[in-house]
């Protein structure tokens, strides 16, 4: 019997026999399958970076909301909201004038839906007024409260993805991670970005334009105008950021430059050696040009200053909208506590082209700068300000992995050739706004230095590019000690200092007002009190914008009764604790501690 024969494909050469079955259709070339399964982990891992971004940011909106809802009033809040109360009813500027208009629309947006009473007729204070609104209405100020800082909230996350974002564009995935997770887990930034108040919105419309700067050396015409309405809308919520307005305008002329006078990557095809590497091109690289000469650098340059000048003037017309948009008419009175400011300064707040009310806010704002004011830095007392308590603050306030990434990843942008083109957009302005801090009249916390957190958030993005596996994991491990960190202090954000100098029970030793106590605790307080000690007899010395009695805390002032019969629970905030002298100085010379409130007050038996 004759072996069977295989029948052969006609070809050029013999070909094995192909099965036919399931199994035959289910084949791929290798090459396609290959490139199948690179597709299904790419989309895997964007799905896993996309969970990890999402995770981030809801932990970040858990703990500002739990913040939001267990903090009364801190001093400066109820000013604000009742401010907003104000544009809304009565489209007046008359109060808080010494602050911008925007981020006040901003907590405006979150008091709509609580349908807030304000009486027409009422004649005081703004501090006065924010009493008035909160407590004396007929108001819940819990609930408007809440409304009124969960606007804010919402911002300071979208702020995270801008963090993100300029973090991925300057490093990579890896280096947006960790710019968002030293973002998310700050305490300076949880507990500020928790409050209706402006410091956060202010330097997160400033993050956004430096952001959209860099993204102008690629696409300048999109991106410049767009700066120009994320730094008006910073101007228009703060001033404090004025000083850093010109650096901007120059960052301008340097995007616009580098983007005409370099092409894109994917401009001109090029030809490899046949046995060449493919070589990635870096994000920032651009192939070498011919000089230009004298004149073609004058018409660029001048080309960029007036792209420049216009980015400027985008922002002085969103500056004005938000006036607008506030009182169409511009009716504007001058208060009686706008100061007459000689030299410099009052030049500069003659001359800037904004309204008349943003203007005079200028000038009050100056005024402050005039006044003494009281500081507590070490345990240490003193009237007028050190240039150096901001540095000082922020080492005591900062997670010490926090404040490692931070000069890791700026020695990175310094010294990796790829992240030097960004140091102007991110040290430079980061340095500029921390010089101007150092030197204001007012030591009164790490919030007039939030941009510190945000910006440098985004320099530690930089050491992902270190080629080095152990630099990679202390990366990891810094960031997770942060997150330990951050964790450990909820929800307690506002007193925290870091481990080296005992965490937010033993920040009040070191630093005072904002830093610690800023009135934030007084409903926790009432809860104390009725819990651990009802029915004593309570003295209160209570540093803030809440009214205790509305928390149910009836308390008398031992600062107007004889030292002898002051006697039972004396309660202080820490920052009067941190300022005692006289007659509040010997009470608690003769008091014990035995209870804390939150790392905020301080609560003393006196025999």
Same mark, same amino acid.
């Given at each position: 019997?004759?072996?069977?024969?295989?029948?052969?494909?006609?070809?050029?050469?013999?070909?094995?026999?192909?099965?036919?079955?399931?199994?035959?259709?289910?084949?791929?070339?290798?090459?396609?399958?290959?490139?199948?399964?690179?597709?299904?982990?790419?989309?895997?891992?964007?799905?896993?970076?996309?969970?990890?971004?999402?995770?981030?940011?809801?932990?970040?909106?858990?703990?500002?909301?739990?913040?939001?809802?267990?903090?009364?009033?801190?001093?400066?809040?109820?000013?604000?909201?009742?401010?907003?109360?104000?544009?809304?009813?009565?489209?007046?500027?008359?109060?808080?004038?010494?602050?911008?208009?925007?981020?006040?629309?901003?907590?405006?947006?979150?008091?709509?839906?609580?349908?807030?009473?304000?009486?027409?007729?009422?004649?005081?204070?703004?501090?006065?007024?924010?009493?008035?609104?909160?407590?004396?209405?007929?108001?819940?100020?819990a609930r408007l409260m809440l409304y009124a800082r969960l606007p804010v909230i919402v911002l300071t996350l979208l702020f995270g993805l801008v963090v993100l974002a300029f973090a991925r564009d300057l490093t990579g995935p890896p280096g947006?991670?960790?710019?968002?997770?030293?973002?998310?887990f700050s305490p300076d930034v949880i507990a500020n970005g928790s409050l209706a108040t402006l410091d956060v919105p202010a330097t997160g419309f400033l993050l956004t334009a430096l952001w959209l700067l860099w993204r102008a050396r690629r696409?300048?015409?999109?991106?410049?105008?767009?700066?120009?309405?994320?730094?008006?809308?910073?101007?228009?919520?703060?001033?404090?950021?004025?000083?850093?307005?010109?650096?901007?305008?120059?960052?301008?002329?340097?995007?616009?430059?580098?983007?005409?006078?370099?092409?894109?990557?994917?401009?001109?095809?090029?030809?490899?050696?046949?046995?060449?590497?493919?070589?990635?091109?870096?994000?920032?690289?651009?192939?070498?040009?011919?000089?230009?000469?004298?004149?073609?650098?004058?018409?660029?340059?001048?080309?960029?200053?007036?792209?420049?000048?216009?980015?400027?003037?985008?922002?002085?017309?969103?500056?004005?909208?938000?006036?607008?948009?506030?009182?169409?008419?511009?009716?504007?009175?001058?208060?009686?506590?706008?100061?007459?400011?000689?030299?410099?300064?009052?030049?500069?707040?003659?001359?800037?082209?904004?309204?008349?009310?943003?203007?005079?806010?200028?000038?009050?704002?100056?005024?402050?700068?005039?006044?003494?004011?009281?500081?507590?830095?070490?345990?240490?007392?003193?009237?007028?300000?050190?240039?150096?308590?901001?540095?000082?603050?922020?080492?005591?306030?900062?997670?010490?992995?926090?404040?490692?990434?931070?000069?890791?990843?700026?020695?990175?942008?310094?010294?990796?050739?790829?992240?030097?083109?960004?140091?102007?957009?991110?040290?430079?302005?980061?340095?500029?706004?921390?010089?101007?801090?150092?030197?204001?009249?007012?030591?009164?916390?790490?919030?007039?230095?939030?941009?510190?957190?945000?910006?440098?958030?985004?320099?530690?993005?930089?050491?992902?590019?270190?080629?080095?596996?152990?630099?990679?994991?202390?990366?990891?491990?810094?960031?997770?000690?942060?997150?330990?960190?951050?964790?450990?202090?909820?929800?307690?954000?506002?007193?925290?200092?870091?481990?080296?100098?005992?965490?937010?029970?033993?920040? !009040?030793?070191? $630093?005072?007002? /904002?830093?610690?106590?800023?009135?934030?605790?007084? &409903? %926790? *307080? +009432?809860?104390? #009190? @009725?819990?651990?000690?009802?029915?004593?007899?309570?003295?209160?010395?209570?540093?803030?914008?809440?009214?205790?009695?509305?928390?149910?805390?009836?308390?008398?002032?031992?600062?107007?009764?004889?030292?002898?019969?002051? !006697?039972?629970? $004396?309660?202080? /905030?820490?920052?009067?604790?941190?300022?005692?002298? &006289? %007659? *509040? +100085?010997?009470? #608690? @010379?003769?008091?014990?501690?035995?209870?804390?409130?939150?790392?905020?007050?301080?609560?003393?038996?006196?025999?």
């Amino acid at each position: 019997m004759s072996a069977p024969q295989v029948t052969r494909p006609r070809g050029d050469g013999p070909t094995a026999p192909r099965p036919s079955g399931p199994a035959a259709e289910g084949e791929r070339p290798g090459r396609f399958g290959g490139l199948l399964r690179s597709v299904r982990s790419a989309r895997r891992r964007r799905w896993l970076y996309a969970l990890v971004v999402v995770a981030l940011l809801a932990e970040m909106a858990v703990a500002m909301v739990t913040t939001a809802v267990e903090q009364t009033p801190t001093i400066d809040e109820p000013v604000y909201v009742a401010s907003a109360e104000v544009y809304l009813k009565e489209r007046s500027f008359r109060y808080n004038p010494e602050h911008p208009p925007l981020g006040k629309l901003i907590i405006a947006s979150g008091l709509v839906f609580t349908d807030a009473r304000l009486d027409a007729d009422f004649v005081g204070s703004q501090t006065a007024l924010g009493r008035h609104v909160l407590y004396e209405s007929g108001n819940d100020p819990a609930r408007l409260m809440l409304y009124a800082r969960l606007p804010v909230i919402v911002l300071t996350l979208l702020f995270g993805l801008v963090v993100l974002a300029f973090a991925r564009d300057l490093t990579g995935p890896p280096g947006g991670l960790v710019a968002l997770a030293l973002y998310a887990f700050s305490p300076d930034v949880i507990a500020n970005g928790s409050l209706a108040t402006l410091d956060v919105p202010a330097t997160g419309f400033l993050l956004t334009a430096l952001w959209l700067l860099w993204r102008a050396r690629r696409r300048p015409l999109l991106c410049l105008p767009l700066a120009g309405v994320a730094l008006g809308a910073a101007a228009a919520t703060k001033m404090s950021v004025l000083p850093v307005i010109p650096v901007l305008t120059l960052l301008g002329v340097l995007s616009f430059w580098h983007a005409h006078r370099t092409p894109a990557l994917d401009a001109g095809p090029r030809t490899p050696a046949p046995d060449a590497r493919p070589r990635v091109p870096e994000p920032d690289e651009r192939p070498q040009l011919p000089a230009l000469d004298a004149r073609a650098r004058i018409r660029l340059l001048a080309y960029g200053a007036a792209t420049a000048v216009g980015m400027a003037l985008i922002a002085v017309a969103v500056v004005w909208a938000a006036y607008l948009v506030v009182d169409p008419r511009m009716r504007w009175a001058a208060p009686d506590n706008v100061p007459d400011i000689r030299g410099a300064r009052g030049r500069i707040a003659a001359w800037l082209p904004f309204p008349e009310a943003y203007r005079d806010g200028m000038r009050i704002q100056f005024g402050f700068e005039y006044d003494i004011w009281q500081g507590f830095l070490f345990g240490r007392l003193y009237e007028g300000s050190l240039w150096y308590y901001l540095p000082a603050a922020l080492l005591v306030k900062t997670p010490l992995g926090m404040l490692a990434l931070w000069t890791a990843g700026s020695a990175a942008m310094l010294a990796v050739r790829r992240l030097r083109p960004a140091v102007p957009y991110v040290l430079v302005p980061a340095a500029v706004l921390l010089a101007i801090s150092m030197h204001g009249a007012r030591d009164l916390g790490v919030r007039y230095a939030v941009f510190m957190p945000m910006l440098l958030a985004v320099a530690a993005a930089g050491v992902t590019l270190l080629r080095r596996r152990p630099v990679h994991w202390a990366t990891a491990a810094l960031v997770c000690f942060v997150a330990v960190s951050s964790l450990r202090t909820y929800p307690y954000y506002l007193p925290y200092s870091n481990e080296a100098f005992g965490g937010p029970s033993k920040t !009040h030793q070191r $630093l005072h007002d /904002s830093n610690v106590d800023w009135g934030q605790d007084l &409903g %926790r *307080l +009432a809860d104390h #009190l @009725d819990r651990r000690h009802p029915g004593e007899r309570v003295w209160l010395v209570y540093k803030g914008a809440g009214v205790p009695s509305y928390y149910g805390i009836n308390a008398s002032d031992p600062l107007r009764a004889p030292l002898g019969e002051v !006697h039972g629970l $004396l309660v202080v /905030s820490d920052s009067a604790v941190a300022k005692a002298d &006289g %007659r *509040l +100085a010997a009470l #608690l @010379d003769t008091s014990t501690p035995i209870d804390d409130v939150g790392h905020s007050i301080t609560v003393f038996r006196r025999r």
